[in-house]
Nanobody, 124 residues
Framework: QVLLVESGGGLVQAGDSLRLSCATS????????MGWFRQAPGKEREFVAT????????TYADFVKGRFTISRDTVKNTLYLQMNSLKPDDTAVYYC?????????????????WGQGTQVTVSS
């Protein structure tokens, strides 16, 4: 069992920035591909960004390229999502997830473990 604990969500205005955090165990952090997803009301959960376990290479959804950055702190065993230039359309519950996949993982079915989610609300 892998425990993922997200934090950092909140209410911001359009154009503001937020940094989400996802804390997990050292073992999990070293062997799992990590990702961020989001789910807006009435919509399916969608891929945002991922960092592979082997070389920490990153992949982003087109709608966040240039605005969001996924990163890992291997000392703190924490995954981050830096979100800049936020838009009202970014409003959603953001989830951290871990996958045992050895390749790039961009679908919900690729992931084995999920955090509880953190709400991000962007006002116009």
């Amino acid at each position: 069992q892998v425990l993922l604990v997200e934090s950092g969500g909140g209410l911001v205005q359009a154009g503001d920035s937020l940094r989400l955090s996802c804390a997990t165990s050292e073992v999990a952090f070293s062997i799992y591909t990590m990702g961020w997803f989001r789910q807006a009301p009435g919509k399916e959960r969608e891929f945002v960004a991922t960092s592979t376990w082997i070389d920490h290479s990153t992949t982003y959804a087109d709608f966040v390229k240039g605005r969001f950055t996924i990163s890992r702190d291997t000392v703190k065993n924490t995954l981050y999502l830096q979100m800049n230039s936020l838009k009202p359309d970014d409003t959603a519950v953001y989830y951290c997830a871990a996958a045992s996949s050895r390749t790039v993982a961009t679908t919900t079915s690729d992931y084995d473990y999920w955090g509880q989610g953190t709400q991000v609300t962007v006002s116009s």
